[in-house]
Every structure is written in C-alpha cells, then in structure tokens.
C-alpha cells in the first residue's frame, strides 16, 4: 500500500527529453554498473522522504565476510563497478566495519569506493580514518540550508552539528592536499526548493560538490510531484544498472523492493553474478518496453521517472584541486 510522503509533493513535469537521454544509454550487461552494499539496516534519522521508519524486515550489520566474497568477485568481475556504502541504513552507524570494508575493497583494486551518509556520525575522530579508507567518494546528503527547514525534513538530525561534521572533513581533505570527491546533496521538494541557491553557494564556497536530484518514490510508496506521461515511460535505470545486497545477504528484486519480498536469493549463497542473471528477465522486460509485464510494484513506481541528478562541481578559485565541471548523470 502506498504510503503518503510527510513532505507535500508538488507537480514537476520532467522533460521527455532527459529522460530520452537516459534511455539510449541503457542496455543489458553481464553484471552490474552499481553495487549497493548495506552496511547496517539502522538509521539514527527518520527523514520525511525516506521508508526507513516503516521498514518491517529485521534490522543488522552485514558481517565483514560476507563483504569479502561480494568484493573478491567485484574485483574480478569488474573493478570499475561503483561500490555504495548505502542503501536501507547509516553506515557509519558501524565505522569500525566501514572502515575495514572500504580498505579492504580498495585492497583488492576496487576501483570506486562511496560512502553515501546523513552526516550526523561523522565525529572528528572518524575523518582521518575515513580519509585514510581509500574511499573515491563521499555523499552527505542534507536537503536543506536554514536549520528551520534541515530538521523539518531531516528528522532527528542537527542542523549544525551536521554542517560542522561536513566542514571538518572539506577543510581537513584541504589540509592534506589530496581526498575523496566530497559532495552535499540536495532533494528538491516543495518543502526546501526555496534554498537550493544559498545552499549551493554556501557550499561550493567550501570546496563541496553539489549534487541535486528529485526526490524518490521508493517503489512507489511515496508522493513525489513528478509527472510523465505514461507514453514516454523509458525502462527503469535503477533496475537496469544497479544491484543492492541486504546486511543479510538478501538480493531484493530493486531498490523499491525495500523489505526484500521479492528478493532473487542470498549472496551467501550464490555468486553476484548469478544473481544477476536471474533478475535478468526483468530488466529484458524494461529494455523491451513491456511495462505491463512488470510486478506489481513497478504500475505504481515513479523512480524511473526522477532523471539525472546535477552535479555542480567548484571552480580553481574556490578550491586548489578539484577541476571546473558541471553535468549531470543518471545517479
């Protein structure tokens, strides 16, 4: 059943031809351009656009060795894949265990490491560590500039601690003259369009990475505002590219499929490859564009419909070694 968003959605057409864009890239391959890994299923925040507050399944932290057979085939495979630290929890709710993944994985020559966290557990104890992790990448994600509008969305969350911790770890990647990509993203909802413009000039100030996007309906469980029409549905780059692991080892169907009903079996198990495959059917059905074939799910789903996320990189003047680059991409 659908679950109406606490934040108001408001109508955004989004232009056929991004999205048109989006589909001519898509294609099927052998094994996924994204890995989505799950490094715990708590979150110490209950944000208005996320499931996580009404999320059934049990909750743990993935054992380090159940990462050591995802990464070994990872770097076999095909080092290039993007490994997110993300997905259904905060992974530095277990920095100990991300710590040890993301130097494992960079051990392995593993190619593109992200950390994707709300920042609030990034004490200054951690951002050496972190630094020191290998990691490519690292994603805060915000959503809001005044304190008023970042606790509303970001429940639990402290405004200022969070800009603080995010701070820190910009102005010491500075100080050691080298680092990760560090990037602060902005969802645009009604709630918080208003401050995407300070928001990014307060941060590309700072040497951040903005990334903006459109707010998810995960699966289809949330308003979202964003509007298509049905005869312009392109097949879902999300089912297309990407593929989630669970703390547990549970491969769920897409990151819609956020209790792991419809899950194609368990990484402890069977190699990632494997597993793949099996969802292969589905995504032959996106490429086919036989829509109506799809569970369930995917009638109501408007994640297909977000398009890409802008990234607006800063400029030599404001930072001495991050390059000037704005685009966007379909992440």
């Known amino acids: 059943m659908k679950t109406k968003s606490r934040t108001t959605a408001f109508e955004r057409p989004v232009a056929s031809h991004e999205l048109a864009t989006i589909a001519e890239t898509l294609e099927e391959i052998a094994f996924p351009k994204k890995l989505a890994v799950e490094v715990c299923a708590e979150c110490n925040l209950a944000c208005t656009m996320c499931h996580h507050p009404f999320m059934r399944r049990p909750k743990g932290k993935m054992p380090f060795e159940l990462w050591r057979r995802c990464a070994d085939e990872v770097a076999a495979v095909r080092p290039d894949t993007e490994c997110w630290f993300s997905f259904c929890g905060e992974p530095l709710l277990e920095p100990d265990l991300l710590l040890r993944m993301l130097r494992y994985g960079r051990s392995v020559g593993l190619r593109s490491l992200n950390v994707n966290t709300n920042g609030m557990p990034l004490t200054g104890d951690l951002v050496d560590p972190l630094l020191d992790s290998g990691v490519h990448l690292v994603v805060f994600g915000i959503d809001g500039f005044t304190r008023e509008t970042y606790e509303r969305i970001r429940v639990n969350g402290k405004r200022d601690e969070v800009y603080a911790n995010a701070e820190r770890l910009l102005r010491r990647r500075l100080e050691r003259g080298a680092g990760p990509e560090i990037q602060v993203q902005f969802i645009e909802m009604e709630d918080n369009a208003h401050e995407l413009a300070p928001f990014q000039t307060y941060w590309l100030e700072r040497g951040a990475t903005i990334k903006a996007r459109r707010q998810l309906s995960w ?112 992440t």
């Open 219 to 330: 699966g289809g469980k949330f308003e979202t505002g964003l509007c298509v029409p049905t005869e312009e549905r392109i097949p879902c780059p999300w089912a297309i590219t990407m593929m989630h692991v669970f703390w547990d080892g549970r491969v769920p169907r897409c990151p819609g499929d956020t209790e792991g009903e419809e899950a194609a079996g368990n990484a402890w198990d069977e190699s990632l490859s494997v597993l793949w495959g099996r969802l292969g059917s589905y995504r032959e059905k996106h490429l086919g564009f036989r829509f109506d074939e799809l569970p369930e799910r995917c009638q109501e789903c408007r994640d297909w419909m977000t398009g890409a996320a802008l990234r607006i990189r800063p400029t030599a003047r404001q930072t001495t070694y991050w390059p000037t680059v704005s685009g966007r991409d379909a």
